[in-house]
């Protein structure tokens, strides 16, 4: 079995792979479009790509792929805490000043955004495909003073030194990872898990008053919990957007296609992107 991750080595979506499918093939791509190729081209059963941080927020290409793109299922979630260090050559260490730029992913950068104001205020920062891509540059650069935002694990395989670690503004910091597969199928991974999830895509009637309101009641009336529900654009003109829903509740046999029923029945299409259990990793 083949797995598609967010790479290079050492990155955040590595360190989910690993925890989860500690036994299994990885392969790194660069971006999260070509993880989420590589599954639907067939070069790899399953891609792992980060969906939401709790500071940050939806991970929009990630989403966006999924409605727009491609057609794949969610098979599992896989959440991580997320510790954020800022790391440099070891030859750089002991430099007094300031670094001449400052590396990482956005969703890094944006999570240590009080530090960087605070320490590093003025330094620029630039925007890498992930933590580790950041890292990997900051080793193969060492004739300049570099730093690079990434977890520790990084460091070490990179060979970089910590120079301040625990650098996230806010201590409570996870990551939602998925799986994608072709189709709906149950993934084995070592962990306990109690909760399950379905996620959907839903598009509203367009200029029908009331039908966000008559789509959260199918789901209300029905107490099924409701953990996101997030507006992304439809790229068809201003104003056109589809919701994606995440319900806390497994795909049983009479709420969720009850909900799924009526919300047809009121002009809403309606994708099921997957139902799939969710993994808390340490
Ligand atoms: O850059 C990485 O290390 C990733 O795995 C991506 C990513 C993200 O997309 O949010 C994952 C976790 C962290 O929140 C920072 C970056």
Redesign the pocket.
Known sequence: MKIA??GPQ???????VKKAFPEEETLPFTT?PDCIEAVMDGEVDYAV??L??A??GS?HI?VDYLFHEADLAIVAELT?A?Q?HLMVHPDWKDQPGQPEKIM?????LA?CHKFLRGTYKGVPLEQ???????AKFVSEHPESFLGAI??EL?AEHYGLAILHDHIHDVTY?H?R?IVLHKKHREVSIPHETSLHKTTLMVTLPKDRSGALHQVLSAFAWRQLNLSKIESRPLKTGLGDYFFLIDVDHELDDVLLPGAINEMEALGCSVKLVGHYPSFMLS
């Open positions: 991750y967010l050492s990155s955040f979506t590595d360190l989910a999260i790509v980060p939401e941080n500071l940050e991970v990630t991580s997320i954020q990482s992913h956005p969703h890094a999570q890498s495909t992930s933590t580790s891509a950041g990434g977890n990084a910091n990551t990872f």
